[in-house]
């Protein structure tokens, strides 16, 4: 059974995106911008980058798939982000200046299942190129990547969303959610790229040579990441960490870590007394000194269950927005200090 606030929140994101929709068409003739703005940057809230003349013009969903086309993509494409700057993603529903913006870009970058308003507006708009990046990157199910805590054929839900080290994969029904926070499995991130590269080659032959050497550099840097990952949490005292929300089983998985979450994959999504009870059972029982929270959402319930277990509160960022300094890659190596320090790792 799907929760009602589930249901409602659904239904107004339903609404939301037909609105958006329906307005896109009447803005689009006094959208235009002044020769050599970014309509996309616009519409997003983020400043207007000049851009090359004649670049290749491309929407990104969030930030890490924005930071891909950046990286790979160069001085020859003009890259911004459906979802503003600082504004959690999961929920975040499109106005009819982005519907406009996405009409207007030649390519779109996305990942089907995380965002419904966007995935709603893609399958109405017509004229770029859209590409979803879900298929390029093995997606699988974790525990707590239901709909909202679903409770199972029994009644009993999983409360903590406990995602182990060999892949957690559950046998559910095809309309089952996966996981989509992929970006934080380097490995992953790397397939991801490399859908990337082969769409902007594919949209702009010309210069796809240079599109393959950034990707070669790109590619550098996630296989860095992911050995230091791999070295870095190969020895430590506990293997179980505790998050706000489930955005890190693909990166339990890869390191062989234990993640146990208060929400869902959702972070708005809100615990029942029953999976506070259950987190806080996890906290006792693996010796957890530290309580995950993030930055785009209330630290409130987090910061409860630490105070009543004893344990602390730190910030380990599921990176779905521009950090404040850095990019990626140093939020990246940043969560890894975060994962060692309170994971006691030598």
């Not at 001085?75 to 993603?89: D, F, G, I, L, R």
Request: contains cysteine; hydrophobic residues 40%; glycine residues 6%.
């Amino acid at each position: 059974m799907i929760p009602m606030n589930t249901l409602v929140a659904r239904a107004r994101r339903h609404l939301a995106a037909a609105l958006a929709l329906a307005l896109a068409g009447s803005l689009a003739s006094c959208a235009a911008l002044s020769p050599g703005s970014d309509s996309s940057a616009a519409a997003s809230g983020a400043a207007p980058t000049p851009a090359p003349s004649g670049a290749l013009t491309v929407s990104t969903s969030f930030y890490p798939i924005q930071y891909l086309a950046q990286a790979i993509g160069g001085e020859h494409v003009a890259v911004t982000s459906v979802t503003p700057t600082n504004v959690e993603p999961h929920d975040f529903e499109l106005s009819p200046k982005d519907v406009t913006a996405l009409s207007a870009s030649s390519l779109v970058l996305y990942v089907s299942g995380f965002q419904p308003s966007l995935d709603d507006a893609l399958a109405q708009v017509s004229g770029p190129a859209v590409v979803d990046l879900a298929g390029s990157v093995d997606l699988v199910h974790h525990d707590g990547v239901e709909e909202e805590h679903e409770e199972d054929a029994t009644g009993a839900t999983d409360a903590t969303g406990a995602t182990g080290a060999t892949g957690a994969a559950h046998d559910h029904d095809a309309a089952a959610a996966l996981d989509p926070h992929f970006w934080l499995d380097p490995v992953r991130m790397q397939a991801a790229a490399k859908a990337v590269e082969a769409a902007l080659a594919q949209a702009d032959p010309a210069h796809a040579d240079d599109y393959a050497a950034n990707l070669n550099t790109l590619t550098t840097t996630l296989t860095d990441l992911n050995t230091g990952y791999s070295s870095g949490l190969g020895h430590c005292e506990r293997t179980t960490f505790v998050t706000s929300h489930a955005a890190f089983g693909y990166l339990a998985d890869r390191y062989g870590l234990t993640q146990a979450s208060i929400s869902g994959v959702d972070p708005e999504s809100e615990p029942s007394p029953a999976e506070l009870a259950a987190v806080k059972k996890v906290v006792e029982s693996t010796g957890t000194t530290t309580i995950f929270t993030e930055e785009l959402v209330s630290p409130e319930t987090a910061q409860a269950v630490a105070a009543e277990t004893g344990a602390q509160t730190r910030v380990l960022s599921p990176i779905e927005s521009a950090p404040e300094s850095g990019d990626y890659a140093d939020a990246m190596r940043a969560n890894l200090e975060e994962l060692r320090t309170a994971l006691s790792c030598q």
